[in-house]
């Protein structure tokens, strides 16, 4: 069974760069099947699919937010990354991280708990 935990810092100043790392274990992130992904719900809204990485370490972003975005990921730790940048009080959220087990942006897997992301100065 797959299980994912996100971490990072739970607040983040306007136009600074959010930075949160999913650990992934009982699963590789170089497995060619699986896309593993970040999401996103601000408060009230729905949930935002923002982007994955691929076991081949293809990166994929929602077209909305790909000029801030980037993932990346460390193979060693089996972790992966999501960095967004310039951030606002618009990207205030619980990020979750999890798994897309055949296709990309579906079929998901286990889920990280999610971490609260509030911007504020």
């Known amino acids: 069974q797959v299980q994912l935990q996100e971490s990072g810092p739970g607040l983040v100043k306007p136009s600074q760069t959010l930075s949160l790392t999913c650990t992934v274990s009982?699963?590789?992130?170089?497995?060619?099947?699986?896309?593993w992904t970040w999401i996103r719900q601000p408060p009230g809204k729905g949930l935002e699919w923002m982007g994955a990485?691929?076991?081949?370490?293809?990166?994929y972003y929602s077209p909305p937010l790909r000029s801030r975005t980037s993932i990346s990921r460390d193979t060693s730790k089996n972790q992966f990354t999501l960095q967004l940048s310039s951030v606002t009080p618009e990207d205030t959220a619980v990020y979750y991280c999890?798994?897309?087990?055949?296709?990309?942006?579906?079929?998901?897997?286990?889920w990280g708990q999610g971490t609260q992301v509030t911007v504020s100065s």
């Open positions: 990485i691929a076991g081949s370490g293809k990166a």
């Open positions: 999890t798994v897309s087990l055949t296709y990309l942006r579906g079929d998901f897997g286990s």
């Open positions: 009982g699963g590789s992130i170089t497995s060619n099947v699986y896309y």
